[in-house]
């Protein structure tokens, strides 16, 4: 994993200085009405298929998948961008629908370099578990099509900003058309790593095939430390 550790360790540098933004009033442009229905039609309808929750594969191959939740500003997504570059590592970026609207020109450069853009919700909003359906659905639908809308690709999978993930939760996301969850093993975020030998430690406690989330525009709660 030493490609992973020079980049967590360097991590310790660029996360210092993320900020976040977003404008929610660009994102009124896209209009889900008919995509909103059929998923409420779906959710309740006995065809609905809840989503899987996925949290990395079995193998003994010293690999592990690395995501990033939410967008810096851009010069520290460009220094982000170069350095998973430089060392050959793939990522998967969960990008909420408003962030994306209104940094579209990085969107396309995360995808132009080969990671994949997944929903992040419309808002990164928090606790799905106690929204109505109807907002729930809303802000998932209108953020896969801004997603694909920016991309080109239809999200597949998802994160919901601390949430517990209830079987009306995984309806929900099933009947946005996303088959998967994803549940990261071990989280990281601004202060997270003090120096090189907490990255190197931090790494060595990895399971193979198990699932790192880097958030890059909020710390951590408690339950994920």
Known sequence: MRRLLI???????ILAGCGEYGHKEQAEKYDVHNSLA???TLFYSSDNKPASMFGGVTTSKNMVGLCFEGLPEKSELDRLLDLLRQYNVKATFFIDGIQAVEKEQCIKKIVRQGHDIQNYTLHAEGKLERMNTREAL????????IIKSISGRTPTMIRCNHTVYTDPVRCTVGACGIPYIVTPAKFLAKGSLKSQWDAQC???NLMYGSIVSVKLTEGLRQEEI
Do not use: D, H, M, W
């Not at 980049?7 to 540098?13: D, K, N, P, R």
């Not at 809303?138 to 099509?145: F, G, L, M």
């Open 7 to 13: 980049v967590i360790t360097c991590f310790c540098v």
């Open 138 to 145: 809303q802000s998932i639908v209108k953020s896969n099509a």
């Open 38 to 40: 059929r998923a409420t």
């Open 202 to 204: 931090y790494v060595q």
